[in-house]
């Protein structure tokens, strides 16, 4: 577990192979509640490669001094996020 918001990763190892990559993330808010989209890719065994680019947003809570996830979405395709971006601009304009 990470103790500052910016030591928060996805990244996830499993036998010397880095099964989730993390890509990039993004900061939505800081305090004792903590939101965070990520761009990661995850280690598809039978094609001995990584896959498309995937999208998650994680919710987390600072208790006792170190972050623990609550909550998670995970975005299922660019395609979904591209409805997603495009309701949100829809509602704020």
Known sequence: MASQVNDITINYEEDDVVVVKELDKAILSKGAWTTIVFRYQQWDHKKEG???DRFTIRR???????YKQQSKFNISSKDQATKIIDALQKWIA
Do not use: A, C, T, V
């Open 50 to 52: 990584y896959g498309p």
């Open 60 to 66: 987390y809570r600072k208790i006792n001094g170190e």
